[in-house]
């Protein structure tokens, strides 16, 4: 019956980081004892501030309909937020509350591309980027950046692949699933190369911000020459360990906000009203209250790194947000390890599922084949053995 269903959604692909998250739980289910390097979602419990934000929610009994673009006081906090922690102003009919980040970008897409339309992603970049721009009928415009620089597109490359199609331009700092951070130096460069392109729209997703190991993030939006179109991109899931309670947030230039309200109108109107209200307590806290976990990562990212730098064949950078690592593991390709050929990075995926009962994500969802993802999202004791199990897997 496979023939009905609409062009569009055959052209669609699926999510590798869920696809292989549905693998792994697969092999378990079977009776094997499969570590999780796949999702990206924190280990930790929900700060107790927030679930008693939650709980009084309740007990006040908010159940009803929210707002489509959200309630008020939260809008208010987000705008508090942006200013506190970005140096970004806005005003509350530019501030539009989501089901999660995720759908936010849908949004943006929707209001924004046209069929034909370019979008330059610099790769690697986030899974659902270059299909949210297809599903749309626009065309993502791979620009290829390798771990010599740490995974960063210069002011150059997007000179280069900017055509008289391009309409946006989507990257995350710090980035899924590079790890990769933009200093202010590298955003003004990319800032001062589309000045003077006046219909092409930014997209900067900033929902690792937090995970910062070098400190003072920087927004591109911030930037007097391209902040009347740079769309920022954030929400609870990663910083918070939110992951589940799905709400993310956009601040944009009105126009693109009131357009991104509409369509969420039609698709799934207003977000959960007692996450919301619990989000309030998040975003009025300062971050120094999730430090903690910041810090943790920190100490997981220097493990794995170690670990991962004693494996030959695998090269890693310094990743230096976020809670990823993305080794270049192209010494194995056209190797056989334990009869199971490699020729990319998808099979070296497979491989360390099936081999190593350690799930990652081929590189090639990103827009790298030479590289997978790891998450170090996960426990130390986890961590350890699920490298050590890569290590003994691939020197055979």
């Known amino acids: 019956m496979e023939e009905y269903l609409s062009e569009r959604v055959k052209n669609l692909a699926t999510s590798q980081t869920l696809a292989m998250a549905a693998k ?128 960063k597109m210069t002011g150059d490359q997007l000179r280069n692949a900017i055509t008289e199609k391009t309409k946006m331009v989507w990257f995350s700092s710090p980035c899924n699933p590079s790890g990769s951070v933009y200093s202010k130096k590298e955003l003004q460069e990319i800032s001062n190369v589309l000045e003077s392109h006046k219909g092409i729209f930014i997209v900067s997703d900033e929902i690792y911000e937090h995970i910062n190991y070098k400190g003072g993030h920087h927004s591109i939006g911030g930037f007097d020459n391209v902040k009347d179109r740079t769309i920022t991109v954030n929400g609870v899931s990663k910083a918070f360990a939110m992951t589940g309670w799905r709400i993310g947030y956009i601040g944009a230039p009105e126009w693109i906000a009131r357009s991104c309200n509409k369509v969420q109108g039609q698709v799934t109107s207003g977000a959960n009203c007692i996450a919301q209200r619990a989000v309030i307590t998040a975003l009025t806290e300062k971050p120094e209250k999730i430090k903690y976990m910041v810090d943790e990562f920190k100490i997981r990212r220097n493990l794995i790194l170690d670990l991962l730098n004693d494996i030959t064949g695998f090269k890693c950078n310094i990743p230096d947000g976020a809670f990823y690592v993305f080794p270049n593991i192209s010494y194995f390709f056209g190797k056989t390890i334990d009869g199971f050929e490699i020729n990319n990075a998808s099979d070296m995926s497979m491989f360390l599922l099936e081999k190593a009962l350690v799930a990652t994500v081929t590189g090639d969802a990103f827009g790298n084949p030479d590289c997978i993802r790891i998450s170090y999202a996960a426990s130390t004791e986890q961590i350890k053995k699920a490298v050590e199990r890569i290590k003994s897997a691939v020197e055979k």
């Open 24 to 151: 792994a739980r697969e092999l378990r289910a079977s009776g094997k004892d499969v570590i999780g390097l796949s999702l990206g979602e924190p280990d930790f419990n929900i700060p107790d501030f927030i679930k008693e934000a939650a709980k009084k929610a309740i007990d006040e009994n908010y159940n009803s309909y929210t707002p489509v673009d959200g309630y008020a006081d939260l809008k208010q906090a987000i705008i508090n937020k942006f200013e506190r922690d970005n140096g970004l102003k806005f005003t509350s009919p530019q501030i539009v509350v989501s089901t999660g980040a995720k759908q936010a970008l849908y949004n943006i897409a929707s209001v924004l591309i046209n069929p034909g339309d370019e979008v330059i992603l610099p790769c690697p970049y986030w899974v659902s980027y270059a299909d949210i721009v297809k599903l749309k009928g626009g065309i993502p415009v791979e620009v290829k950046t390798d771990i010599k620089n740490n995974f």
